[in-house]
């Protein structure tokens, strides 16, 4: 298994993935490996309008929490900040 994530990781993971997965992804957001997590909220990202919405809705229940998850707020925080509203080639 590879440590770690670039962009093409991310673009063949969002051409695999659909609307359907989105589930799997949020819950990849909870794991405990950081990799894992960057690599699920870029995948977000890159699924707007619905990607996006999940992220900005997880990342407002993380700043309402007594204790802050900065990894995981970090992740969703920077796919946030780069994502863009163009579709990987190849995808729907």
Do not use: W, Y
Not at 3 to 9: C, E, I
Not at 75 to 91: E, M, N, S, W
């Amino acid at each position: 298994m590879t440590r770690g994530m670039n962009q093409r990781t991310v673009d063949a993971l969002r051409r695999a993935v659909t609307p359907a997965d989105l589930p799997v992804l949020v819950a990849m957001l909870e794991d405990r490996d950081l990799v894992t997590q960057a690599t699920a909220a870029s995948v977000l990202a890159c699924m707007p309008p619905e990607g996006t919405r999940v992220l900005e809705a997880e990342l407002r229940r993380l700043e309402q929490q007594p204790t802050l998850d900065f990894s995981k707020f970090d992740a969703i925080r920077t796919a946030l900040k780069h994502a863009t509203d163009v579709a990987v080639p190849g995808t729907p």
